[in-house]
């Protein structure tokens, strides 16, 4: 990166002084920066710090208050996502938009903006899947493909249109670490090419090995930029968010209760992906994390483990009680809480206040209803304690769930179940999309439950956060659960290939070996 | 220039209130003109259909005689509607309630008490819930839409109708008419006259107890819904299905829940228009109340207290729409269409609730006028 960085005339994009505003916040206040030509460029935020509101005026889906965004030295009015991509600008999300029912070619072809006959679409897509070594069938349909295909059939979509800046938002939190090595690789061919990446992410060790400069954001300025190599993760860390990290307080030797949890043989069936003979057992005190990529069985497990989802064999007891059969009320006031994945439409009501999201779960084990009525008072006593116990940035009890931000939203949804200090906790991606301080926030609240004697069943998909919190590990893969085994015991490597060698369980062809290795242990 | 719909962060508060008086003047406006068209006074018949009912109070009785029974389908309605259930049959559980209140009369013919009534009142409702109770079972078995079953329910309730006032209800000293006997005063709900309440405003004795009963009706439904579980439990149902399932709320007790509620007000509805307002049974007992109070409900944006606003909207349509035909010879299906032409603008208008327009764009040249 010899480019000086100082000189405009030279730089991709500059930002100059871009503010945007929306009713209450200001999302970004006078933020400037500059990407140069062949740079991988973090973007780097606590939740709410205003990254996905910068990134959108960049693709034109919003458009600046004030400021001014230059295009190779000149100013531009990017006015919406068709002008980006016509100046060069390509952007893959963290959620695609993918007709499952369609094959590859026919999405990337749904997605272009100008028609291409069949044929020529066909060889352009092999053409970027050569150049970049890409593995990805171009006949294949979408419902068959795995998280990390679909992501390359975005990035293709992208590439098509030869973009000099590629945006890309939080693209590895759905990858196995392999497959986040292989599109590591892309990105390094592309900014080697001169293509420069706008890469948004909130993992840090990431940001360190693939970014050649970094733009810190907290609470919509500009606080740092810095080269992430010269960094430890621990400095950016403290720059993000602005204080030192807590640390989260592992206990050496934990004494570990009886066996409170137990699930034998638990199968499903009907819609969704049927889960086959799980069995685990989780003592008190104890965390056990189901690692895997996802749609692999995670909602499904969480849902029959919480009520919402009816069993088909099997049995999963609290402390000597079968749970099976009973509803998710009766469920919960045995003590069984759960928090799945999904926040908003599922953990919670986005139309709702969050007091009354407060008493969706929490009206039993709270005690929030007399003679049939909700009681007003303790509720929003509940949501405020939540609110402050979980650092819940918000307006208070009566603020819309779906005006929070998602990592707050997700703080309180954690915080709700945790304050009903439940028997045994079903928590599904506790820290997703959830900034560094939050996410500690919520691994030291896991963690003090889990001290209480709570059984906690921690379903994740980022190993890092599994291993470390939690006790035991175990993999869910089409459905099946692996055995579960002692953290310390098992490297990133197996479980990796146990997560994305995915069919590995029937496979039995020469490369089934690691996988089958990594079963045994 | 351009015209573009963009989404609102928020659903607008405003455009939710705004948007029914907007659809009722939007069918004031093209009502008349379409009437005009056709050759009638279109301004006029809309000015009678819409406006004189609430300048002559000589019509205000029959507007609350007519309001009332649409605020008490409507609330039931709404609450259902609120919770994705749709309850489309209301006018065959009005029927069927008002046919239960008329078998607790004709069955205890001769006997007199003040227990009658009340008995013909609770007959009512019960089979009202019960009728609905059968879109009910179906959906929650066998995963039949209640929407088409409601709604076929409908057309038997009329036909059980039919068969009883021809044949075994038909009153015997009625000189062959296919209708019951007259309502003797056990078996009829009290004028409001009758306690010499509102006499100025009512001579003819025109409103009975079920217009302030209808209002307590709302008011209640208002606070169960703002306070409740059960409220609570209908919110959740309707605004995130997933997230009901995982508070504890199973979606068939809810279905259930609101079927037989809608369904036992549409049968008190009935069994008060019966006994209060026509005295006795008769074939054109129903008069499309069950299907008006799907508009109102609509209309009163599901809210409670928006239900009973918007009953007397529509029961202004009814009364002017009697009066445009007779004084101005408008056809009958005139006030049918003013009717329809509001849900239509309603739902028209609806998207400007979470969508806003935005209007301009580019001007190339000269933007000086």
């Not at chain 1, 998602?406 to 915080?415: A, R, Y």
């Not at chain 2, 088409?148 to 006032?165: E, G, H, V």
């Not at chain 2, 405003?201 to 107890?209: K, T």
């Amino acid at each position: 990166m010899a480019a000086d960085r100082s000189a405009s005339g030279g730089a991709r994009l500059e930002l100059r002084g871009v503010t945007k505003a929306f009713p209450g916040v200001l999302a970004n206040d006078k933020v400037s920066f500059t990407v140069q030509p062949g740079e991988i460029h973090a973007l780097l935020g606590e939740n709410g710090a205003g990254k996905s509101t910068l990134v959108k005026m960049i693709y034109g889906v919003t458009q600046p208050d004030a400021g001014e965004i230059r295009w190779n030295g000149a100013p531009v009015g990017v006015s919406s996502p068709r002008a980006a991509r016509k100046l060069g600008v390509g952007m893959v999300f963290q959620h695609f938009s993918l007709f499952e029912a369609l094959s590859v070619t026919e999405n990337i072809a749904l997605g272009l903006d100008v028609s291409m006959r069949p044929g020529k679409l066909a060889a352009r897509i092999r053409e970027v899947l050569d150049a970049y070594g890409l593995a990805l069938d171009p006949s294949r349909i979408v419902s068959s493909l795995s998280v990390g295909e679909r992501q390359r059939i975005e990035i293709v979509r992208a590439l098509l249109l030869e973009p000099e800046l590629l945006i890309m938002d939080e693209p590895t939190s759905v990858l196995t670490p392999q497959e986040a090595a292989q599109l590591f690789e892309t990105l390094r061919q592309l900014a080697a090419r001169g293509c420069s990446v706008l890469y948004i992410s909130h993992k840090l060790k990431e940001i360190q090995e693939l970014c050649d400069a970094a733009t810190i954001l907290r609470g919509g300025k500009v606080v740092a930029e810095c080269q992430p190599r010269r960094e430890t993760a621990g400095s950016m860390a403290e720059m993000m968010i602005g204080a030192g990290l807590a640390a989260v307080k592992r206990p050496k030797a934990r004494a570990l209760g009886a066996e409170k949890l137990v699930v034998e043989g638990l199968s499903t069936a009907g819609e969704g992906l049927a889960l086959q003979d799980i069995s685990f057992r989780v003592r008190a005190g104890e965390i056990l994390g189901v690692a895997g990529v996802a749609g692999n069985g995670q909602n499904e497990l969480l849902e029959v483990l919480s009520g919402e989802r009816p069993a088909a064999r099997g049995s999963a007891q609290l402390s000597g009680g079968e749970l099976l059969g009973r509803s998710p009320n009766a469920r919960r006031k045995l003590g069984l809480c759960a928090a799945p994945e999904e926040r908003n439409g599922h953990a919670a009501v986005g139309e709702f206040s969050l007091a009354e999201n407060a008493a969706l779960t929490g009206r039993d084990r709270r005690n929030l209803t007399s003679f049939g009525l909700v009681r007003p008072a303790p509720t929003r006593a509940f949501a405020e304690e939540i609110i402050a116990r979980f650092d819940v940035r918000t307006t208070g009890p009566g603020a819309l769930a779906s005006a929070l931000s998602g990592g707050n939203l997700q703080k309180f949804v954690i915080g709700r179940e945790i304050l009903q200090a439940p028997e045994a906790l079903i928590v599904a991606q506790p820290t997703w999309g959830v900034d560094a301080g939050a996410a500690a926030v919520i691994h030291q609240a896991l963690l003090d439950l889990a001290a209480k004697g709570c059984a906690i069943v921690l379903i994740s998909q980022d190993l890092d956060e599994l291993l470390a919190i939690v006790d035991q590990l175990a993999v869910i893969n089409e459905g099946r659960l692996s055995p579960a085994r002692e953290t310390g015991a098992v490297s990133i490597e197996a479980l990796g290939l146990l997560m994305g060698g995915v069919h590995g369980a029937e496979d039995s062809g020469a490369d089934g070996g690691a996988e089958e290795a990594a079963y045994a242990g | 220039m351009r015209v573009e719909l963009v989404a609102r962060r928020e659903p607008s508060r405003l455009m939710l209130y705004l948007t029914p008086l907007l659809a009722v003047s939007l069918t004031a406006l093209v009502g008349a003109g379409v009437f005009s068209l056709l050759g009638y006074d279109g301004p006029g018949a809309a000015f009678m259909i819409f406006v004189q009912p609430i300048t002559n109070p000589s019509l205000w009785p029959d507007l609350a005689a007519k309001a009332a029974p649409l605020v008490i389908i409507a609330v039931g309605l709404a609450i259902g509607f609120r919770a994705n259930v749709w309850n489309i049959g209301a006018e065959g559980q009005y029927v069927v309630g008002a046919l239960a209140g008329t078998g607790v009369a004709l069955g205890t013919w001769g006997m007199q008490g003040a227990w009658i009534l009340p008995l013909m009142v609770l007959a009512g409702m019960l089979a009202g819930g019960l009728y609905a109770g059968v879109p009910a079972l179906l959906r929650t078995r066998l995963g039949v839409s209640e929407i088409l079953t409601s709604l076929m329910l409908n057309y038997a309730a009329i036909q059980l109708l039919y068969y009883l006032m021809r044949g075994p209800w038909k009153d015997p000293e009625g000189y062959g008419f296919p209708e019951t006997r007259q309502f003797d005063e056990a078996r009829t709900v009290p004028k409001l006259s009758d306690w010499g309440l509102l006499t100025e405003l009512d001579p003819g004795g025109v409103v009975h107890f079920g217009a302030p009963l209808a209002i307590l009706l709302a008011l209640i439904a208002w606070f169960v819904m703002a306070r409740s579980l059960f409220g609570f439990r209908i919110r959740v149902s309707g605004a995130a299905p997933k997230a009901a399932r995982y508070g504890g709320f199973a979606a068939n007790r809810t279905i259930w829940m609101s079927l037989l509620l809608s369904g036992g007000l549409a049968g008190l509805a009935g069994v008060l228009h019966a006994s209060g307002s026509v005295g006795q049974m008769v074939p054109a007992f129903p008069t499309g109340y069950g299907f008006m109070a799907i508009i109102v409900a609509f209309l009163g944006r599901l809210h409670p207290l928006g239900v009973a606003l918007a009953s007397i909207v529509l029961a202004i349509t009814i009364i002017g729409g009697e009066e445009a035909q007779a004084k101005l010879g408008m056809p009958n299906a005139a006030a049918g269409v003013f009717q329809a032409m509001t849900l239509f603008f309603l739902l028209a208008t609806d998207v400007f609730v979470k969508n806003r327009l935005r209007i301009g764009g580019r001007i190339k040249t000269g933007a000086s006028a």
